[in-house]
């Protein structure tokens, strides 16, 4: 990797770690998914996004939406992304950027199918302040940072956390 390269993806890294840290809820329930998933969906719908949209907690999947456009290889996308973030505690995407960083993959050598297991952007970690990982909420049907920067804009706008 070019170093040009490797601080550009350097800085890429600090800039999601930074959105996780900001992207907390005070709490997440049953509603609150709903809610998130419909503004998901509202969003996408402004936009003209194919995508479908998944919000779990604890492993329950509390709201799920696939938009014109989009098929049940998206549903896999998104159980691939989500297994990600359960198994490192990090957004896809930051997961596959480190990986990246450090010319490495996702693959049997760490133990994980890759057709188990997707670092790609779009499931992104719902935290509880003071409580931890609780949940998912992702995104497929657009290339990965687009997938990622979309959940992101919304979860500010949800959370009233925007920079």
Known sequence: MADDDGAALAALIREIEDQERRLTFARF???????LGTLLV???RDRGLAVTIDVRR???QLFHAALPGTTAD???WIERKVRVVDRFDASSYLVGRRLAHAGD????DK???PAAYAAHGGAFPVRVRDVGLVGTVTVSGL???ADHAFVV????????AAT
């Open 143 to 145: 290339p990965q940072a």
């Open 105 to 108: 993959v996702l693959d049997h």
């Open 74 to 76: 998206n549903d896999s």
């Open 42 to 44: 509202r969003r996408a």
């Open 29 to 35: 329930d049953n509603d609150d998914a709903w809610a």
């Open 153 to 160: 804009q919304v979860l500010e706008e949800f959370l009233g």
């Open 58 to 60: 604890h492993g329950q």
């Open 111 to 113: 133990g994980l199918d």
